[in-house]
């Protein structure tokens, strides 16, 4: 009888950690640093599933060449995507007047992710 009660116990301390970590689960904001040898001009993300961009996230204000910025989801979002199950999403960036984008980021793994392109003009990631 006192190992059922301990298994029980043990079961649900489990269960009350396994709550607690999905409810401070990482939101999507990240750190973004420019590594791509110009300034840039817009920054747009889209889902993975979406055929559209949103909108520029810049407001006008260039990310400089090896600047950083934080980026911040609306919590209201971060909520939608977590109901929908989105884990993957684009980002589109203007780069000396060229669009390069950047895919299948997971956001919620990433605390930093430097951007950059390679010498052939592909995009290049590396994620912290």
């Not at 909108?55 to 400089?64: A, E, F, Q």
């Not at 909520?79 to 780069?95: A, H, N, R, S």
């Amino acid at each position: 009888m006192k190992e059922l009660l301990v298994g029980k116990k043990l079961s649900l301390f489990c269960l009350m950690v396994l709550l607690a970590a999905a409810a401070f689960a990482k939101p999507i904001d990240f750190t973004l640093i420019n590594h791509t040898d110009y300034d840039i001009t817009e920054v747009c993300f889209a889902a993975q599933s979406d055929e559209e961009w949103g909108d520029d996230i810049l407001g006008g204000d260039p990310l400089l060449y090896r600047g950083s910025m934080e980026i911040a989801f609306d919590s209201d979002y971060e909520e939608t995507i977590k109901k929908e199950g989105i884990t993957l999403f684009d980002m589109l960036c203007v780069v000396d007047g060229e669009e390069v984008e950047y895919r299948d980021l997971e956001l919620a793994k990433i605390n930093t992710l430097e951007i950059s392109i390679d010498k052939q003009g592909n995009p290049v990631t590396k994620i912290k």
